[in-house]
Structure formats: C-alpha cells, structure tokens
C-alpha cells in the first residue's frame, strides 16, 4: 500500500514526460505554485470534463502564479491525441511506469461492480512556491473542482 501525501509535508519531485523529448520536474517550477491533478484514462467523460474544467480556467490559473500539470498512466501518445481533439493546451504528464503515481499514494485498490482493480483515484493537489503541499483534494467530484481550486490558489 502506498502512503498518501498529506498537506504539510515536502512534495516529492518528479520527472515524467509531457511531450515528444520533453519532460516536467516538479523541482522545475520552484519559486511557483504547481497543480498537480491526478485522472484515471485520457478521454473518458470525466476526465474530459476535468480536463475542460481546467482548461478553460487555465489563464486565470497562469494570471494567479500557478503551474497546472495533468497526471495520468496513459501514453505520451494518448495524451497528444486527448489534448488535441479537445484543444486541450494544459500540460498533460505520462507515468506509465506508476513510480509518481504510487509515490503520491493516488495508485490505489479500486473496486467497481465487486471486481477489484489497481487505477487512479482522482486526487488534485496544491504544491506551494517552496514544494510543499498546501491543499489535497481526494475522490475529487468534477462540476465546480477547477472553480474550487483556483480559488485556493488565489487566496495563497
């Protein structure tokens, strides 16, 4: 069982791909807030509907001095698909091996319909300009999260 990251407590860094030879460290964007959400499949109704969420609100998230990154398993190639028929512009991460994903603890036993299965546990996360947590929202609920947590980004 992996442990959960708690508010408080040093974020830990991280280097995954987010494009054809590029990559995303969290140590990267010291000096800024980072966002970090957690979703289980590119392009299934509510991780797009996450994914819109935060993407229309992506200015305002910029204009408020914070990073926002989306973390899944999925493929580098799924993610340039995803973005692409959803003209998503926000930062998608891959991590396909699980190593980020277990070590924020959001790899997790799921169940659904008594089958019981390893995947994501939809988990957003608010990392301060010094790398530490500052707000975890868990078995995130997606109509008015985005709203919610830009507003905990503008009130730092």
């Known amino acids: 069982m992996t442990a959960q990251i708690d508010v ?18 969290l140590s990267a964007f010291k000096g ?25 609100l992506r200015e305002k998230f910029a204009k408020a001095g914070a990073q926002v990154l989306g973390i899944s398993p999925d493929s580098l190639a ?14 998608l991460a891959s991590d396909e091996s ?14 659904m319909y008594g089958r019981k299965y390893m995947g994501v546990e939809r988990t957003t996360l608010l990392i301060d300009a010094n790398g530490t947590v ?18 905990a980004v503008q009130a730092m």
């Open 32 to 56: 800024q807030n980072v966002v970090l959400y957690f979703y289980p499949k590119d392009d299934t109704t509510g991780c797009t509907a996450q994914a819109v969420a935060f993407e229309g």
């Open 8 to 25: 408080g407590v040093k974020a830990p860094d991280f280097e995954l791909p987010i494009a054809p030879a590029k990559t995303a460290r």
């Open 134 to 151: 500052a707000r975890v929202w868990r078995k995130v609920k997606i109509p008015g999260h985005a709203e919610e947590v830009l507003a």
């Open 98 to 111: 699980k190593t980020m994903l277990q070590a924020y603890g959001v790899w997790v036993e799921k169940s």
């Open 78 to 91: 799924s993610h340039i698909k995803f973005a692409r028929k959803h003209k998503l512009g926000l930062t």
